[in-house]
């Protein structure tokens, strides 16, 4: 059964830091793709970031580019998102998400509709 399971959220100022945590089981990062979504109220699901052990380069949306960093403890079937620089916009809940890859499933772009899950943490930026 995969489990995801995101910790780190929270309240901060603007221009300040928080840093994410995705505890995944249920699968490994060498066949699943794995990364973060957020969804804020009235707006539609964005992509933020992802890691691939496959492709190498992590994915970032060009709303965090620069800001966010992704990193992965394979070892430890961990994920995190360091969140730099938060702005106001940044607010929302952020999902960890994971997906199979194969030849049409598991794209990094795609992170936003990954077939499984967390719960969320909420990350809330004042101005």
């Known amino acids: 059964e995969v489990q995801l399971v995101e910790s780190g959220g929270g309240l901060v100022q603007a221009g300040g830091s928080l840093r994410l945590s995705c505890v995944a089981s249920?699968?490994?990062?060498?066949?699943?793709?794995i990364g973060w979504f957020r969804q804020a109220p009235g707006k539609e699901r964005e992509g933020v970031s992802c890691?691939?052990?496959?492709?190498?380069?992590?994915y970032y949306s060009d709303s965090v580019k620069g800001r966010f960093t992704i990193t992965a403890d394979i070892a430890r079937n961990t994920v995190y998102l360091q969140m730099d620089d938060l702005k106001p916009e940044d607010t929302a809940l952020y999902y960890c998400?994971?997906?199979?890859?194969?030849?049409?499933?598991?794209?990094?772009?795609?992170?936003?509709?990954?077939?499984?899950r967390g719960q969320g943490t909420q990350v809330t930026v004042s101005s």
């Open positions: 249920g699968f490994t990062f060498d066949d699943h793709n």
């Open positions: 998400s994971a997906e199979e890859i194969t030849i049409d499933t598991g794209w990094c772009t795609d992170v936003a509709r990954f077939e499984f």
């Open positions: 890691f691939s052990v496959q492709d190498g380069d992590p």
